[in-house]
Structures are given as C-alpha cells and as structure tokens.
C-alpha cells in the first residue's frame, strides 16, 4: 500500500508563496495520476490540482493561475506550488492518487500539512 507524506506547510502573508511536497513510497506512483486536496475548517474536502501520469494537469477554478502542481517520478514526489495565496486558501492539504478519469480519491490518506494564509 502506497503511503504519502506531506510537508511544506506553515503560516505565510497573503500574496505570499508556499510549496507542499508529497512523498509516495512503493514503486506503483509513476502509472498513477496524483491529486492535491484541501479541506478548509468546516467545509469538505476537495481537489484543487491534479496531474496525470502523463503529466496533463487540471486546476479547481478557485486556484487556476496560482498554483502548479508537478511531479518527479524519480523522486516518488509530487508538489504545488502555490502563489498569490490569499486567506481563503487555508486549510489542511493532503496529496492522494487518484483516478483521472473521475478525479475521485483513491488511496488512504496522509496527514496533511496545514496552510494558514493571514490577511
């Protein structure tokens, strides 16, 4: 079973920049498309970026042009760049594969690391 393990989370000013890391372990993460979600207090989670393993990408409207979502198969390691980060932003980020075709979830999650934006 894949585990994931986030990083590069912490508290930044808005209009500021971050950028999470996601290690996968096992030798299955280069065929699987990989998602970043969010899930902010109170609310469900969701996918706000996701690359295939082809490297094709997708971006939930609330990000388009902030973010980036890469990755590097040699390094079991999928990132996302996050600029112009502003409050609403917040919340705990998780990474997961995920099916492309559907974008749904497919594996355990991790722990998140945890976003906090100031006004």
């Known amino acids: 079973q894949v585990q994931l393990v986030e990083s590069g989370g912490g508290l930044v000013q808005a209009g500021g920049s971050l950028r999470l890391s996601c290690a996968a372990s096992?030798?299955?993460?280069?065929?699987?498309?990989m998602g970043w979600y969010r899930q902010a207090p109170g609310k469900q989670r969701e996918l706000v970026a996701g690359i295939s393993r082809f490297g094709s990408t997708m971006y939930a409207d609330s990000v388009k042009g902030r973010f980036t979502i890469s990755r590097d198969n040699a390094k079991n390691t999928v990132y996302l760049q996050m600029n112009s980060l502003k409050a609403e932003d917040t919340g705990v980020y998780y990474c997961?594969?995920?099916?492309?075709?559907?974008?749904?979830?497919?594996?355990?999650w991790g722990q998140g690391t945890q976003v906090t934006v100031s006004s």
């Open positions: 096992g030798s299955t993460f280069s065929v699987n498309a």
């Open positions: 997961n594969a995920i099916l492309w075709a559907g974008l749904r979830p497919l594996g355990s």
